[in-house]
Protein backbone atom coordinates (compact mmCIF):
# COMPACT_ATOMS: atom_id res chain seq x y z
CA UNK A 1 0.00 0.00 0.00
CA UNK A 2 1.18 3.29 -0.89
CA UNK A 3 1.87 6.39 2.15
CA UNK A 4 0.80 9.94 2.17
CA UNK A 5 3.23 12.23 0.94
CA UNK A 6 2.64 15.56 2.85
CA UNK A 7 -1.18 14.31 3.76
CA UNK A 8 -2.35 14.22 0.21
CA UNK A 9 -3.61 11.12 -1.24
CA UNK A 10 -1.77 8.94 -3.31
CA UNK A 11 -3.16 8.29 -6.69
CA UNK A 12 -6.11 10.59 -6.10
CA UNK A 13 -7.39 8.11 -3.27
CA UNK A 14 -6.79 8.75 0.64
CA UNK A 15 -4.27 6.57 2.76
CA UNK A 16 -6.91 4.70 5.82
CA UNK A 17 -9.59 6.91 5.27
CA UNK A 18 -7.22 9.62 6.70
CA UNK A 19 -8.17 13.37 6.44
CA UNK A 20 -7.07 14.94 2.98
CA UNK A 21 -5.90 18.34 3.15
CA UNK A 22 -7.82 18.58 6.47
CA UNK A 23 -10.87 17.53 5.44
CA UNK A 24 -12.69 14.44 6.73
CA UNK A 25 -12.90 11.60 4.52
CA UNK A 26 -16.30 9.76 4.12
CA UNK A 27 -16.60 6.61 1.44
CA UNK A 28 -18.95 4.96 0.60
CA UNK A 29 -19.41 1.50 1.85
CA UNK A 30 -21.90 -1.39 2.82
CA UNK A 31 -23.61 -2.07 5.72
CA UNK A 32 -21.21 -4.58 8.38
CA UNK A 33 -22.53 -7.95 9.93
CA UNK A 34 -23.61 -5.64 13.10
CA UNK A 35 -24.85 -3.00 11.08
CA UNK A 36 -27.17 -5.71 9.52
CA UNK A 37 -30.57 -6.07 11.24
CA UNK A 38 -32.81 -9.58 10.51
CA UNK A 39 -36.36 -8.79 9.74
CA UNK A 40 -35.94 -5.34 7.69
CA UNK A 41 -36.08 -4.64 4.78
CA UNK A 42 -33.51 -2.83 2.73
CA UNK A 43 -34.87 -0.86 -0.23
CA UNK A 44 -32.28 -0.65 -3.19
CA UNK A 45 -32.44 2.51 -5.62
CA UNK A 46 -31.85 3.77 -8.43
CA UNK A 47 -33.50 1.11 -10.24
CA UNK A 48 -31.93 -0.10 -13.64
CA UNK A 49 -33.61 0.32 -16.71
CA UNK A 50 -32.61 -3.25 -18.98
CA UNK A 51 -31.65 -1.69 -22.73
CA UNK A 52 -31.74 -3.84 -25.59
CA UNK A 53 -27.60 -3.89 -25.46
CA UNK A 54 -27.78 -5.28 -22.07
CA UNK A 55 -29.85 -8.74 -22.63
CA UNK A 56 -27.94 -9.26 -26.61
CA UNK A 57 -24.36 -8.41 -24.73
CA UNK A 58 -24.70 -10.61 -21.51
CA UNK A 59 -26.64 -12.83 -23.46
CA UNK A 60 -23.91 -13.54 -26.02
CA UNK A 61 -20.68 -12.64 -23.66
CA UNK A 62 -21.94 -16.04 -21.37
CA UNK A 63 -22.60 -18.45 -24.54
CA UNK A 64 -26.44 -18.91 -23.93
CA UNK A 65 -27.26 -18.74 -27.49
CA UNK A 66 -31.46 -19.29 -26.58
CA UNK A 67 -33.48 -17.75 -29.21
CA UNK A 68 -35.45 -16.43 -26.53
CA UNK A 69 -32.80 -14.03 -26.26
CA UNK A 70 -31.62 -13.26 -29.58
CA UNK A 71 -34.24 -14.00 -32.19
CA UNK A 72 -37.14 -11.00 -32.32
CA UNK A 73 -39.20 -12.53 -35.02
CA UNK A 74 -39.21 -16.27 -33.61
CA UNK A 75 -39.87 -14.87 -30.10
CA UNK A 76 -42.87 -13.05 -31.38
CA UNK A 77 -44.29 -16.91 -32.77
CA UNK A 78 -44.10 -17.81 -28.85
CA UNK A 79 -45.72 -18.01 -25.34
CA UNK A 80 -44.72 -14.39 -24.36
CA UNK A 81 -44.71 -12.64 -27.95
CA UNK A 82 -41.77 -10.80 -27.64
CA UNK A 83 -37.82 -12.11 -26.44
CA UNK A 84 -37.03 -12.59 -23.09
CA UNK A 85 -34.42 -11.02 -21.01
CA UNK A 86 -31.69 -13.32 -20.09
CA UNK A 87 -33.11 -14.75 -16.72
CA UNK A 88 -29.04 -15.09 -15.05
CA UNK A 89 -29.41 -10.86 -16.07
CA UNK A 90 -32.25 -10.46 -14.03
CA UNK A 91 -30.36 -12.32 -11.26
CA UNK A 92 -27.06 -10.52 -11.55
CA UNK A 93 -28.89 -7.41 -11.36
CA UNK A 94 -30.99 -8.02 -8.24
CA UNK A 95 -27.72 -8.91 -6.54
CA UNK A 96 -25.46 -6.20 -8.00
CA UNK A 97 -28.59 -3.66 -7.10
CA UNK A 98 -27.84 -4.42 -3.45
CA UNK A 99 -24.66 -4.26 -3.24
CA UNK A 100 -24.08 -0.51 -3.01
CA UNK A 101 -26.02 -0.43 0.01
CA UNK A 102 -25.47 -3.64 1.60
CA UNK A 103 -22.36 -5.20 0.74
CA UNK A 104 -19.48 -2.85 -0.98
CA UNK A 105 -16.12 -2.84 0.67
CA UNK A 106 -17.81 -5.33 3.55
CA UNK A 107 -18.01 -8.30 2.34
CA UNK A 108 -15.41 -11.59 2.16
CA UNK A 109 -17.12 -13.31 -0.15
CA UNK A 110 -20.86 -14.90 -1.36
CA UNK A 111 -21.08 -18.57 0.09
CA UNK A 112 -23.68 -19.60 -2.43
CA UNK A 113 -27.20 -19.52 -3.79
CA UNK A 114 -30.52 -20.73 -2.49
CA UNK A 115 -33.99 -20.76 -3.89
CA UNK A 116 -33.83 -18.67 -7.08
CA UNK A 117 -37.47 -18.02 -9.07
CA UNK A 118 -38.22 -16.15 -11.87
CA UNK A 119 -42.09 -15.78 -11.43
CA UNK A 120 -42.98 -13.43 -14.17
CA UNK A 121 -41.16 -12.03 -17.44
CA UNK A 122 -38.30 -9.03 -18.30
CA UNK A 123 -38.33 -7.50 -21.37
CA UNK A 124 -36.29 -5.08 -22.91
CA UNK A 125 -37.34 -1.89 -21.86
CA UNK A 126 -38.45 -2.83 -17.81
CA UNK A 127 -37.30 -1.13 -14.73
CA UNK A 128 -35.82 -3.39 -12.56
CA UNK A 129 -36.57 -2.06 -8.61
CA UNK A 130 -34.52 -4.68 -5.44
CA UNK A 131 -35.26 -5.17 -2.27
CA UNK A 132 -33.70 -7.31 0.58
CA UNK A 133 -34.49 -8.79 4.05
CA UNK A 134 -31.86 -10.40 5.99
CA UNK A 135 -33.61 -13.13 6.70
CA UNK A 136 -30.49 -14.33 9.31
CA UNK A 137 -27.27 -13.88 10.57
CA UNK A 138 -24.70 -15.98 12.88
CA UNK A 139 -21.18 -15.31 13.80
CA UNK A 140 -18.87 -17.31 11.50
CA UNK A 141 -16.89 -20.25 13.65
CA UNK A 142 -13.81 -20.18 12.13
CA UNK A 143 -13.42 -16.65 10.90
CA UNK A 144 -13.66 -14.68 14.31
CA UNK A 145 -13.97 -11.03 12.01
CA UNK A 146 -16.68 -12.22 10.19
CA UNK A 147 -20.52 -13.52 10.42
CA UNK A 148 -22.97 -15.44 8.14
CA UNK A 149 -25.54 -13.39 6.41
CA UNK A 150 -28.86 -14.80 4.70
CA UNK A 151 -30.42 -12.17 2.41
CA UNK A 152 -33.31 -12.89 0.30
CA UNK A 153 -33.49 -10.43 -2.63
CA UNK A 154 -36.21 -9.51 -4.47
CA UNK A 155 -36.85 -7.53 -8.07
CA UNK A 156 -39.86 -5.81 -9.03
CA UNK A 157 -40.42 -4.45 -12.39
CA UNK A 158 -41.66 -0.76 -13.10
CA UNK A 159 -45.36 -1.87 -12.19
CA UNK A 160 -44.98 -3.52 -8.86
CA UNK A 161 -44.71 -7.05 -10.37
CA UNK A 162 -42.51 -9.62 -8.74
CA UNK A 163 -39.92 -10.95 -11.91
CA UNK A 164 -37.10 -12.84 -9.10
CA UNK A 165 -36.11 -13.88 -5.88
CA UNK A 166 -33.24 -15.08 -4.62
CA UNK A 167 -31.17 -16.02 -1.49
CA UNK A 168 -27.61 -15.75 -0.80
CA UNK A 169 -25.42 -16.84 2.13
CA UNK A 170 -22.64 -14.03 2.46
CA UNK A 171 -19.54 -14.19 4.61
CA UNK A 172 -19.52 -10.51 5.91
CA UNK A 173 -17.03 -8.48 8.14
CA UNK A 174 -17.42 -6.92 11.44
CA UNK A 175 -17.23 -3.55 11.65
CA UNK A 176 -13.74 -3.06 12.64
CA UNK A 177 -12.48 -2.18 16.19
CA UNK A 178 -11.42 1.20 15.57
CA UNK A 179 -14.76 2.24 14.45
CA UNK A 180 -15.87 2.19 18.24
CA UNK A 181 -17.00 -1.46 18.59
CA UNK A 182 -16.03 -2.48 22.66
CA UNK A 183 -13.92 -6.05 22.86
CA UNK A 184 -12.98 -7.90 25.00
CA UNK A 185 -10.18 -10.72 24.70
CA UNK A 186 -10.56 -9.59 21.25
CA UNK A 187 -13.73 -10.47 21.21
CA UNK A 188 -16.36 -8.01 19.97
CA UNK A 189 -18.65 -7.25 22.94
CA UNK A 190 -21.32 -5.20 21.01
CA UNK A 191 -22.44 -7.71 18.25
CA UNK A 192 -25.72 -10.09 18.82
Not at 41 to 65: C, I, K, Q, W
Not at 101 to 123: I, S
Not at 182 to 190: E, I
Request: proline share 5%; no cysteine.
Amino acid sequence: MAAAVDGRPVNGQPVNGQPVNGRPVIEQRGLYYDELAEGVVYRHRPGRTVGEADNTLFTTLTMNMQALHLDEAWSATQPFGQRLVNSLFTLSTLVGLSVAQLTQGTTVANLGFGAVRFPAPVFVGDTLYAETVVRSRRLSSSRPDTGVVEFEHTARNQDGVVVATATRSALMLLRPVDAGAATRDGVRSDVG
